[in-house]
């Protein structure tokens, strides 16, 4: 097996070019998009392994996850928001997300928790 493949999906641009720069220093393939239109294409295309989005974004949200989770059942779903409560949290994960993070989270834990979604 290669180099796992994120999909980095923010359309804070500022937050976007941190996390792909990031994950890239830590060895993964990255594609970054800024709107959730792009992040279905991208997944469309295939060979994504982990989707880190944020859900406050154009076209993303909470109906964007269950699509991509009903059509994308193999791949790994890490929300990345900078408002995140327990409640909305607990939601998510309701909704199929594998894991949720705060953007304020160290970035050590952003790949720690990626690779701990590629090892399960």
Do not use: H, W
């Not at 997944?43 to 909470?62: F, K, Q, T």
């Not at 890490?78 to 705060?102: H, N």
């Not at 160290?106 to 690779?115: G, K, Q």
């Amino acid at each position: 097996m290669g180099r796992a493949r994120i999909l980095v999906a923010d359309d804070n641009l500022a937050i976007l070019e941190m996390f792909s720069a990031l994950l890239r220093n830590a060895g993964f393939d990255v594609v970054a998009v800024a709107n959730g239109t792009d992040a279905a294409a991208a997944l469309e295309a295939g060979g994504i392994d982990v989707s880190v989005m944020d859900v406050r974004m154009p076209g993303g949200g909470p109906a964007s996850l269950i699509s991509i989770r009903k059509r994308y059942p193999d791949v790994k779903l890490l929300v990345c928001s900078g408002l995140m409560t327990e409640v909305e949290a607990g939601r998510f994960q309701r909704l199929g997300v594998d894991a949720v993070l705060e953007k304020t989270s160290a970035p050590e834990a952003l790949v720690d928790t990626i690779r701990k979604l590629l090892a399960n």
